[in-house]
């Protein structure tokens, strides 16, 4: 895959095919990392410190967290030679959810990230995504010292349709990343009556 290891992103010929990608998630969950370690571009970001403003509305007990998305990530990814993911991932708190609304408008499907020490917290994600009727992959994000818990386990908690893929990924390895997006990507090329 070209790019792919880090050396310059290949220009675009214009015979590529596109896709917009939402990569969507809790608060804190790791959707900036995961942009920004699959774009082979200079990614775009709206993190934001997090200040005194937000107590009481920001996590508190996430103290390794000092940023938060406001607004968007974004990155570009060449996932095979003739296909380009355009990648936008969204904030993940309550407040932003309008965002993450128009983030998805025109997106083929979702990325799901949670991380199982605030499973609880992927539930709205997951019922707003089914809203807008958007394709979407679980990605379970391997945090050091998180819970492991089985397949039938995460599926029974997150209310999963048998068809909706669930991967275990690694935001900080771009290789890992990506082999959730190919999941993804298979999801939506799978014919609806074969899922």
Known sequence: MPGFNGSNPPILSGDERTAKVLIAGHFGAGKTTFVHGLSQIAPVSTEEVMTSAGEGIDHSDLPQ??????AMDFGRLHLADDLVLYLFGAPG???FFNILKDLAYGALGAIVLTDTRRLHETYPILELVEQLHMPYAVAVNAFDGAPVHSEPRLRQVMDLAEATPLVTCDAREPTSSRNALIVLIRHLLTPESAR
């Open 93 to 95: 708190q309550p407040r």
């Open 65 to 70: 967290k000092t940023t938060t998305t406001v």
